[in-house]
Every structure is written in C-alpha cells, then in structure tokens.
C-alpha cells in the first residue's frame, strides 16, 4: 500500500517512517554517539550528564542508554538510561537516519568508518568522499519533528475564582490545560500552585516519558526524576510531592487530566517530599524514586507521573499569607528540561546482531567460529 506522506500530520510521520530507523541503524548511531563529537552533538554531559567514560549502547527517540561499567553478582551488565519527554532526539537524527535509508543500497561503504556515518548523512560535517551523496527535494523529507510524539509535559489549572478550597480541589475537571508552555515566564504559578478562597487557583504538573525502549527483559530496574525551578513563589511554604496519573493521550493534556487516574486523598507517593528550602531557582533537583515509584516506570510504554503541592496531597487549605507557588522548566524549553534517569540490568543475550547481520548468519569471528565465542565486549551472545 502507497501512502501519500503529504496527508500525514508530522508526528504520525515521525511515527510511520522514522522511528523504525532508530532500530534498523542503530548500529551507526552508536558509534556515533560514542565520538567525541557525537558526546557534544547530544549534549551528554549537559543535559543527561552521563560519564565520557560509559559506553552508549543505545540511542532512542526519547533517551539514551550507556553501559556503567559494572556487573551484578550474577554477572549481568549494569545500565542506565536517560528519558526526556516530546522525543528530542528525533529533530536530531532525522535527516541522518532518512539519508542512510535512501542510500541503503551502499551500506557496504559504511562500515569502512562506521562513525561517520551518522554526521555525513546529518550534514554535520564535510561529506567524506567514501561515502554517497543524498540530494534530497523539499518532498524528500519531513517537516521538523512536532514535539509530542510519544510522550508529554505540562499543567492543569483549576482556576475557578472565589469558590471553596475543596471545591477546586475535587473538581473532575480543570478549567485550563497546557502542553506547550516553557516554565519560563516568570510567574509563580504556573507548574504548581495553591491558593486559598478568595482567588482559588490549584495547578497539578503532569510528565510523561516513553520508557519502552528499557524492554521486558529489564530488570533491577530503580530511577530519579529530576526537574529544574525557573521561578519560587515569593510566598512558596508548602513542599512537593509525586504520584500517578493517567492522562487522557500520550502526546497532549486536556482539562480532564486534572483527575484522570490519581487518587485525591492518601496518594501513594513516589519520592520522599521535597521541603521548600529543597528547592533553588536555576538548579535541577533530583528526586529518588521509592519501590512505589520503580514500580511505576514502564520497561515497554509510558512512564507516567503527577506533580502536586503538600497543601493538595493533604487536603491542607492554605491561607492567604501562605500562596504557594513553583515553576520548573518544561520540555519545550529546551535545556533544564524535565528527565527521568532509569538504573537497570540488561538480561543476558544481549548481542543480537553484528554489523547489521543477524548472530544466526555470522559464521566466524577473526577465524573464531561463531558457536566458541562466548561474549562480546561483556555481553553475552
């Protein structure tokens, strides 16, 4: 079946054409990855903050895995993996991974420098004469990757005016979501905020991460979510907490998200509250999920979780001296996003394919055959 691309909205293109790429090429995107160049290119020390050390073993759409140089008692690889929300690494790779499928007939050439590969296609550097040329037409390829592909940020606000504090609090229904605010607006309220009658104004934080990548046969499996204040409240007294949700869509919040699939009253957290004082503008926090929260991380779709001021975990009514008020950064941002650091073993096997061939079709390895050889680089085969 022929499908006309130009009907497609850029997210179901995102999700039709390029994300099966990341699987059949992953091969070059980790070599890539594991440059120098390519540690800049991805910002790992910046954003995911990951060790020059630790070998990338996998890049996805939404995050990056790396091996941490350490073993179980049994033996198995210890992993860590990185989640951002809205996909970032999409936009990143796209016309990579699109060239190195137009040019697929050559793959012989790539494997000469694997490592090239990846920035010759993504026109991230000189074109090196060893390898095709892609001339692409405005047809050719996808518009810029919309954020929500897979996963989601934002907020939903209940914000109904002089009405009782349990009213708000209860209500089904926010009367505002949003999904493409920034959280740098300078304003206090926008991730999470409490205020008393009068003006009541209640805001639960919503971040989702596409985990799916960590698989089924992930175990051990422990993480920290981290987030970055852009702005506290002049009057910010009360404390954060974490717990789930259930939003309606994956990729965008409705003003149903305000109570879709949280508990109101005795919550189960995820992390130890986080006090006031534990808070500083401009410097990313890091949360340590509990046995509640691990067991919230999906190893093969979405992550989900709800952030929600003490006063509203508790059903504690503040009063107007104590207008409680948060705002951290959001995917859209940028830089001091939102991400989700997840600590796992990778299950043994772990070697599928060499060179893009498959372990069955290898014979030999350096005049080795394939059935004594036992690992590869640590990982069993």
């Given at each position: 079946m022929n499908i006309d691309q130009s009907k497609l909205s850029p997210e179901v293109k995102n999700i039709i054409f390029v994300r099966p790429l990341f699987i059949k090429y992953q091969y070059y995107l980790t070599k890539f990855a594991n440059t120098k160049y390519g540690r800049m290119y991805l910002s790992l020390n910046k954003w995911a903050k990951i060790k020059n050390n630790y070998r990338i073993i996998k890049v996805t759409?939404?995050?990056?895995?790396?091996?941490?140089?350490?073993?179980?008692?049994?033996?198995?690889?210890?992993?860590?993996?990185?989640?951002?929300?809205?996909?970032?690494?999409?936009?990143k790779f796209r016309l990579a991974l699109e060239g190195l499928e137009i040019a697929s007939e050559f793959k012989n050439s790539f494997l000469r420098k694997p490592e090239f590969v990846v920035p010759h296609f993504g026109g991230l550097i000189t074109p090196r004469a060893w390898l095709p040329l892609v001339m692409r037409t405005e047809e050719t390829f996808n518009p810029d990757a919309d954020p929500e592909n897979t996963s989601v940020d934002?907020?939903?606000?209940?914000?109904?005016?002089?009405?009782?504090?349990a009213t708000a609090r209860s209500a089904a229904d926010a009367l505002s979501a949003s999904d493409t605010y920034d959280g740098n607006g300078g304003t206090d309220y926008r991730f999470l905020y409490s205020r008393p009658q009068v003006s009541t104004y209640l805001i639960r934080g919503i971040l989702l991460f596409d985990t799916s990548?960590?698989?089924?046969?992930?175990?051990?499996?422990?993480?920290?979510?981290?987030?970055?204040?852009?702005?506290?409240?002049?009057?910010?007294?009360?404390?954060?907490?974490?717990?789930?949700?259930?939003?309606?869509?994956?990729?965008?919040?409705?003003?149903?998200?305000?109570?879709?699939?949280?508990?109101l009253n005795s919550a189960t957290e995820f992390v130890t509250r986080v006090a006031p004082a534990g808070f500083t503008a401009n410097v990313e926090k890091d949360m340590t999920l509990n046995a509640s929260g691990n067991t919230a991380i999906s190893k093969t779709d979405i992550t989900k979780f709800m952030c929600r001021t003490s006063d509203d975990l508790d059903n504690d009514e503040p009063t107007l001296a104590e207008r409680n008020g948060l705002e951290i950064y959001y995917a859209d941002y940028g830089s001091n996003k939102p991400k989700l650091v997840v600590t796992y073993t990778s299950g043994p096997a772990g070697v599928k394919t060499i060179n893009e061939l498959a372990i069955a079709s290898v014979k030999t390895i350096q005049q080795t055959v394939i059935a004594n050889v036992k690992t590869i680089n640590n990982s069993a085969v």
């Open positions: 759409p939404d995050g990056i895995h790396w091996f941490t140089g350490e073993y179980t008692k049994k033996g198995l690889p210890i992993c860590q993996a990185v989640f951002f929300s809205k996909s970032p690494y999409l936009k934002g907020y939903v606000s209940c914000n109904p005016g002089d009405i009782a504090w990548s960590l698989g089924s046969g992930a175990t051990e499996v422990s993480g920290v979510l981290s987030i970055t204040p852009s702005t506290l409240g002049a009057k910010h007294t009360s404390g954060l907490g974490v717990c789930a949700c259930n939003p309606n869509s994956n990729t965008a919040l409705a003003v149903g998200d305000y109570s879709a699939g949280m508990t």
